[in-house]
């Protein structure tokens, strides 16, 4: 039975139900009583959305005159009255040397964005200019047997998003790896939970910068020779060993605590070790390990940040760590940005997550 | 030599103080062809006994003989019916099926597989849902297709735990007949647990009430000579009928009853008059 594929239905499965309430108000297929949800949906969202810009905006207006004010009673006092007035007249005309560094507003934020991604644009267009110009060279110089010229030119912040979507994947499936095999096992076995019962409730709370500098010292000295920049290797193993227990305890508890029915009927049908274990336990207990990775994939997200800053392995963290220490005019404001697409994309991983889970498990999970 | 003896079972869940002895003193002998069914209250350990018969669980002490071998563990032999039907809710009914025909069957053809399971189905009426999750069928299909998951092993004696329990009167009359039909086809072995004597009745050869646990034990048998095949509502009007089910219930009131003068207890209350409030503020 082939069931064919709407908007609706793959919406609804990630999580994003209101897109499709959004379509049928378009086509006016609303019905009357889907009116009171359509308000519900996207009305109230959007109210809300607004609501939060404008408290941001005041906010910000208002730290930003407390902060200008502060500048200019420290002319006057510093410098005297004529100071003070050219300090005021400097705030007010707008220029960038005297400005007050506080919250930027809304709309500072999304000028920054939009910089960013001109910037973006240009970095682009710099980079395919490159490859053209060094395309005939390359080419030699690989046919010579040696190493191809690369664009060493600084990464655009679109460059890092997608740096940091590797390191944050890359931990992710080093995760998966590591803490569903081994879940599994000591879910198992008693003997084995007991064994390492102690190494996951001492290490699970261990920081991600401590476990940044654990991996530090082992990395280093096992790339010893090796001339490339480990701080890659260095950051997705840190994102990974510190993001696996959450995966790691619910492997062990879902494979642990399966239906004693299952158990039953799976000895009763005398199914093999394997049989057992891939026919009815892992079955049994995939919502548990989804749980596991879904908690795993936001928590490497939430604290790939921290390391990638520590690591000063080129991403969002460097990004946010570079613009504070760079304290432009404009660098509040690109922090925002980066902010908010550190939290954006953290809600879509969490939504493709869902997805994954409700394509392979037998339970249908919703979306919080 | 019965086909399947039990020899002075006992059952003791625990250790030491808190141990507490659910099945005591156990025998039973159940002859080849055989469809008995054992009738008791909830809790009285109908199920332990089950499991102890189809090798879940192992008897403190005493021995299950089956077809004069000790029992050790489960196996293909004896084909189990679980009260809450025990499907794999991520299968589809041939999948459970298939599962089944698989371990008890280990290598043939997967059409060969394919075809065993489209049988068994058939035999239970539920070709049509061959292909739904077990979640998107009612009580009674469900149970429909434990019956055919049990029946694909084609196991030399079915055990049947409460396998009607949950089920509304009418989809039980009607699986009553469907799993009688399949016996009487080709005679297999049949135990069946039940709490409904109107059903042992209808459906055994021989009723045996198993008294209340802690410490239950077999009651007296009552063997059931009407004539299959049985038909309901003529079985009402039955002098054999009407006796033999008087006789059960009234053993199994009996029983019960003793039980509550057992467990009476007498309760010494507080002396205590209420406070005259009104008379207070006076």
New interface residues.
């Given amino acids: 039975?082939k069931q064919s594929i709407t908007l609706g239905k793959v919406t609804k499965f990630m999580g994003l139900g209101f897109l499709s309430t959004l379509k049928d108000l378009f086509t006016g297929k609303l019905e009357k009583e889907d009116f009171k949800g359509f308000l519900r949906k996207v009305v109230v969202p959007i109210a809300s959305i607004l609501l939060f810009l404008g408290l941001w905006h005041l906010g910000s207006q208002s730290l930003y005159n407390t902060e200008a004010e502060f500048k200019i009673e420290k002319a006057l006092n510093d410098q005297g009255p004529e100071a003070a007035e050219a300090m005021r007249e400097c705030i007010a005309s707008g220029d960038i040397s005297c400005q007050p560094n506080t919250l930027p507003s809304p709309a500072k934020v999304w000028d920054s964005y939009k910089s960013l991604l001109k910037d973006h644009q240009i970095i682009s267009a710099d980079k395919t200019e490159f490859a053209e110009k060094t395309a005939t060279l390359n080419a030699k110089r690989i046919a010579e047997g040696k190493e191809p010229i690369v664009y060493t030119g600084r990464p655009s912040f679109v460059d890092q998003i997608f740096r940091s979507l590797k390191t944050v994947f890359a931990g992710f499936l080093l995760a998966l790896f590591i803490a569903v095999p081994l879940g599994i096992f000591i879910g198992l076995s008693p003997t084995l939970k007991s064994a390492f019962n102690w190494f996951i409730q001492i290490f699970k709370p261990v920081s991600p910068v401590v476990w940044y500098l654990l991996v530090f010292m082992i990395v280093k000295t096992l790339l010893i020779d090796s001339s490339e920049d480990s701080s890659f290797t260095i950051s997705f193993i840190s994102v990974g060993l510190c993001s696996m227990w959450a995966t790691l305890v619910n492997t062990a508890m879902g494979v642990s605590s399966v239906d004693k029915?299952?158990i039953?009927?799976a000895?009763?049908?005398?199914?093999g070790t394997f049989?057992k274990i891939f026919?009815?336990i892992l079955?049994?207990s995939l919502p548990l390990i989804f749980t596991g990775l879904k908690i795993t994939m936001s928590v490497g997200w939430m604290v790939l940040i921290a390391i990638e800053l520590l690591a000063q392995s080129p991403g969002l963290g460097t990004f946010v760590w570079e613009e504070f220490q760079n304290g432009a005019n404009d660098s509040n404001a690109k922090i925002i940005v980066a902010m908010f697409v550190i939290g954006i994309i953290g809600f879509l991983l969490d939504r493709l997550m869902l997805f994954v889970q409700n394509t392979v498990s037998?339970e249908k999970t919703d979306a919080i | 030599m019965a086909y399947l003896e039990l020899h002075n079972i006992s059952k003791t869940y625990g250790q030491g103080d808190y141990a507490t002895e659910v099945l005591s003193n156990i025998n039973l002998s159940i002859e080849e062809g055989e469809f008995v069914a054992i009738v008791g209250f909830t809790g009285s350990g109908k199920t332990t006994l089950v499991n102890l018969i189809n090798g879940l669980l192992e008897p403190s002490s005493g021995e299950v003989l089956f077809k004069g071998k000790p029992v050790s563990g489960t196996s293909h032999e004896r084909g189990v019916i679980f009260q809450n039907y025990s499907l794999l809710p991520w299968l589809t009914v041939e999948q459970n099926v298939l599962m089944a025909v698989k371990e008890a069957f280990p290598k043939r053809e997967k059409a060969v597989y394919k075809r065993k399971a489209a049988h068994y189905i058939e035999m239970v009426g539920l070709t049509p849902a061959i292909n739904k999750l077990p979640r998107e069928l009612s009580g009674g299909m469900r149970q429909r297709v434990a019956v055919a998951r049990a029946l694909s092993m084609k196991p030399d004696m079915i055990i049947m735990d409460e396998p009607l329990g949950a089920l509304d009167a009418l989809t039980r009359g009607t699986l009553q007949d469907q799993i009688l039909n399949i016996w009487g086809k080709d005679k297999r072995t049949a135990l069946l647990i039940t709490n409904d004597v109107d059903e042992g009745i209808y459906m055994a050869d021989r009723i045996i009430p198993l008294r209340p646990g802690p410490r239950a034990t077999l009651g007296p048998e009552f063997k059931i000579d009407i004539e299959r095949p049985r038909d309901k509502t003529e079985m009402n009007d039955n002098e054999s009928f009407k006796k033999t089910r008087n006789a059960i219930i009234e053993y199994l009131m009996d029983i019960g009853n003793e039980r509550k003068s057992e467990a009476t207890e007498e309760y010494v209350l507080p002396d205590l008059t209420p406070k005259d409030f009104v008379y207070q503020f006076k």
């Avoid at chain 1, 000895?267 to 199914?271: A, G, N, P, Q, S």
């Fill in positions: 039975m029915d299952y039953n009927v000895k009763v049908l005398k199914l049989q026919k009815v079955p049994s037998f």
